[in-house]
């Protein structure tokens, strides 16, 4: 692959301060899948009770390991649970051998930390296609179960980066009956992004109770708009995975609490933003905000052909206020428009209205804004109240660079 | 706008000879729209009873000459017709100056050739939301009615091109009842490029008569397997129009006619795929072939998916055999697909079948083909007998320094 010499400019000044998560423990070793000189393998092992939710690739090739969690995820909590993960090595369209090392590994992870194979759920990311050497990762387990951590999560969330260029992590804390409770979460992923999927790996822990069917309601509704509405690519993953663990540890039972809600929201777009300023390549984080829309789901699709256009992404890169492909873009979406309606803002600047660029539009005053890092393009489209906001990132060299060469 | 200092790898080695069309000519002028030094305007004119047929974008934010031209395009053939195109501004999003100047240029061209202002024509290509000033075409119609030739096509093909690094044309000829029967056409595009609509500028003209309403559903049935099968950068253009005019000068009615389909049809693959080998920054030309399908439809949602996606494109540009994102892309694309079912080869190379790389497969005889500078990805779904071919370019780094840096 590519080698990844610089860290993405856009990235968080410092990894966050996780808190401790009751209920998990953390571990990771090198097990030398395809990346040396780095850890590539991350285990979680969760106590009994935790209830767990996932949402996954809507890709018609998903990976086996994605089959494999898809299958599990139906059962009714019971003992404990573990999460094991690789990098370097989708195993996906990896035909028959792709599920037997599925099976080798659960049933290596159930043997060595006493989880019943039924609860133990893994997620490998990386090249699509080549036989996950599923034996490297079984040699390592023992190291991995001896290892084990509540304080180790900064360590996975390195061990699963693939062409990321820093480490992903969020967290938030509130109180329920007056107990604390505590969220943490982990991700990985910056290329092959795109919705209407749970995008990359992301791996959220709480030491909250759940019931386990609400807990997958709220996981699939707040996915919605968060990671599903993250672009860097317009590609999308045969692997991806994201799942939520409730331990329990905390003593309180967090059910339908609309705090909880709110901070799992935060987390969750906090991770999902992260993945975008780590996009291959990316110089500049772009939120596109689209109200005005004939429905919330026309408004995501505008927002999404925006974020998605090629043109779009190389205009933001070239720090080119050209507001002319905003326009086509919309145009292209399949979703109601009507140019004459439009209303267009680069950050607080009016650019277009009433079907054609403002009267007092200073191209000038929009190139000064568009050579800041983190912009805001706003549409009203004038037809309803429909609205959806996405992320995405700018298309420039470092994203061919990256990825004209990632297997050599 | 760019420099374009180079011409396509991908170009033809020559301008194709055209013939000459009965009851059609042209001319070109530099009426310094944007660009200095060079022809930016295009007069046909076109003899009474010729009938013409459009297909247009599907734009919801489509210029004022598209709408003026889709308009215009049911009424019954009558007198002469005329088509005035210009380059440099695309008259895209100008609101009700848009379409003022279309009417001070049709009406004018109507006052200097003779031709009824009902069978004027227009198109404008190149930056959208800038006011196009009209008054420059305008005063240099007498010249270009004063110019016109039967003679002059490439000229006029050459005076509708913006990012394009090579003039565009193609022609067949056949035998109708024993009469000669022509056709001629030119081409502009290379950048928001996608399909799903009539794209780019293309003209295309015949000395056979044809039936008006006829003439429009053989044009619009060929454009769904050429024009709209074709995707530079999954960007729709707001401008792009394709007309065909058969002007009746050779005397030979060719409605409903096979040769002549077949040979339209070539004209039209031929022109739709010098777009793709002009596409920005490309220096590969990608045929997609889809089959085995479910319907065609979904064949063509496969291919377009395949051709779309910037992990492929970027890929193909670093010669790399990567077959999983092929893989990765039909997975996305939405339309029916069995992992455990695709077949993929590239040229003539099995890549991968049964859910898997095939045995025989050699990456660095794949590598070496991937060397070459026109290539053939085959993905056969194993579902059913819908098939689509489509056809697309590489994204390199010319795409990123094209598209980061158009207004400056």
């Known amino acids: 692959m590519a080698t990844i010499s610089h860290v993405s400019p856009l990235a968080p000044a410092y990894f966050p301060e996780l808190p401790l998560i009751g209920g998990v423990r953390f571990a990771s070793a090198a097990a030398g899948v395809r990346y040396k000189g780095r850890t590539d393998v991350m285990l979680a092992v969760l106590q009994p009770g935790t209830a767990i939710a996932g949402v996954f690739t809507k ?14 995820l139906g059962q009714p909590a019971g003992g404990p649970a573990a999460i ?53 990762i079984i040699t390592k387990l023992e ?41 943490a979460g982990i991700a990985k992923g910056s290329g092959m992004i795109a919705p209407d999927m749970a995008t990359m790996l992301v791996y959220i822990f709480t030491d909250a109770a759940y019931d386990q069917a609400a807990l997958q309601a709220l996981l699939s509704k707040l996915t919605e708009t968060t990671f599903n509405c993250i672009t860097v690519d317009s590609d999308t993953s045969t692997s991806d995975s994201l799942m939520l663990a409730a331990t329990g540890a905390a003593g309180v039972d967090a059910t339908g609490n609309a ?23 990316a110089t500049k984080f772009v939120e596109i905000r ?33 507001w002319g492909r905003v326009v086509m873009a919309i145009g292209k979406s399949g979703a109601a428009a009507d140019r004459d309606s439009l209303t267009i803002r680069f950050g607080d600047i009016l650019v277009a209205e009433n079907g054609w660029v403002s ?41 061919i660079e990256i990825n004209a060469d990632y297997r050599s």
């Open 359 to 399: 009267p007092n539009y200073s191209e000038d005053q929009a190139a000064a804004y568009m050579k800041g890092q983190d912009l805001v393009i706003a549409v009203d489209l004038g037809l309803g109240s429909g609205k959806a906001t996405v992320w995405t990132c700018d298309l420039t060299h470092g994203y």
């Open 84 to 136: 094991l993960v690789n990098s370097g090595n989708s195993n996906a369209f990896t035909g028959h051998y792709g599920q037997a090392s599925v099976s080798e590994i659960t049933a290596a992870v159930a043997k060595v930390t006493g989880v019943d194979q039924s609860r133990v759920f893994t997620a490998s990311t990386g090249v699509i296609g080549e036989p996950l050497p599923h034996e490297k």
């Open 259 to 281: 705090a909880f809600e709110t901070a799992l929201n935060s987390v969750m777009l906090d991770l999902s933003q992260q993945v975008v300023r780590d996009g291959e390549g």
């Open 59 to 72: 890709s018609a090739t998903r990976s086996a390991p994605v089959l494999d969690c898809q299958a599990k």
């Open 290 to 322: 689209v109200t005005g829309a004939a429905s919330d789901a026309d408004a995501k699709i505008h927002g999404l052909a925006i974020a998605n256009s090629p043109l779009v992404k190389t205009a933001i890169a070239g720090e080119d206020p050209n």
């Open 143 to 183: 190291e991995l179960n001896g290892a084990l951590s509540d304080a180790a999560i900064e360590d996975a969330a390195r061990a699963i980066m693939t062409t990321d260029t820093f480490a992903k992590g969020a967290t938030a804390e509130i109180e329920i009956d007056g107990k604390p409770v505590k969220i």
